[in-house]
């Protein structure tokens, strides 16, 4: 059932009644919080996983079938020889046995290593056919659909299901929805994204990106989701803190520099306290400048 139940699942996130696109995508959502396969789905790794433990299993099951071959077209009066020399040495025997018997559970556990990887990969290729009619959800849905095809597309992002960093970005611009309950869940989302609280630098480096690879659309959507963290106080001073520290940095990226100052930018529309004069000037006239004449712009 690895991608039946799934598949299934995700053909119902076109059904005409919002109720059952709303259960469809609770389904796709268990079955991954609950999935057997492990922390992150991307098909590709999978399917790497499952060629190459494939091929070893052939392998196996190659040689077992010669060793078996060899044995059918052994003379019997050898096999007879055989026989008699394994009474004689009976202790030699039985760590044959043992040493047959290990090997024919390790094949055992192969084929169902095979087998689970197989299944793990068809799950995986359900979840990411699936995001298509989600992002469509996000654009056309009822409001009680867009909440629940905004969690459900962030809980398939955290699995790293294929295709999922560009499905969530369909999510942000719902931030200017004239629905308390859908900007609430964007907010969210978002926070989740790109400002987990309690890790300072890794939101600065998240933002960064948002910014650095954001259409004027998202750029829209973004400034505003930053002003609505400022003005619910959830947006800390390490966050700006960690922005100056990548801009002022000769260790990223010129277009990573020019990304954290973007977003430095709108959060100082919001909070004028946030700039830092004394290294804006340090960064505009220094070193880091004459090297990237965007970033003094």
């Avoid at 060629?51 to 040689?63: F, P």
């Avoid at 948002?210 to 930053?226: D, H």
């Avoid at 966050?239 to 020019?258: C, F, H, K, N, Y």
């Avoid at 990304?259 to 959060?267: H, K, N, Q, R, S």
């Amino acid at each position: 059932h690895g991608r039946g139940v799934p598949a299934r699942g995700g053909g119902r996130l076109a059904d005409k009644a919002s109720v059952v696109r709303r259960v469809a995508m609770q389904l796709l959502g268990t079955l991954l919080t609950y999935n057997p396969f492990g922390p992150a789905l991307p098909v590709s790794s999978l399917e790497g996983s499952l060629e190459q433990y494939a091929t070893r299993l052939e392998a196996e099951e190659a040689k077992l079938a010669e060793a078996k071959a060899d044995e059918d077209d052994a003379d019997e009066a050898v096999r007879g020889l055989h026989e008699a020399i394994a009474e004689a040495e009976a202790g030699g025997a039985d760590d044959d046995g043992e040493a047959q018997g290990q090997g024919a559970d390790q094949l055992a556990a192969m084929r169902a290593l095979v087998a689970s990887l197989r299944t793990a990969v068809g799950f995986a290729t359900s979840l990411r056919d699936a995001l298509p009619a989600m992002t469509s959800i996000l654009r056309v849905g009822t409001t009680l659909d867009q909440v629940e095809a905004i969690q459900t597309l962030i809980l398939m992002h955290q699995f790293a299901v294929d295709s999922s960093d560009a499905a969530v970005k369909e999510v942000l611009p719902l931030i200017f929805s004239r629905e308390p309950s859908v900007r609430d869940a964007v907010m969210d989302a978002a926070t989740t994204l790109y400002a987990p609280p309690g890790e300072d630098a890794k939101a600065a480096a998240l933002l960064a990106r948002l910014v650095g690879g954001a259409t004027l659309g998202e750029m829209a959507a973004a400034e505003e989701f930053l002003a609505q963290m400022i003005r619910a106080d959830r947006l800390s001073e390490g966050v700006t803190a960690a922005l100056w520290d990548i801009v002022r940095s000769a260790q990223p990226s010129a277009a990573e520099r020019s990304a954290a100052l973007g977003a430095l930018c709108m959060v100082a529309a919001e909070l004028p306290a946030v700039v830092n004069v004394e290294l804006v000037v340090e960064v505009a006239l220094g070193p880091l400048a004459r090297k990237d004449a965007l970033l003094a712009r």
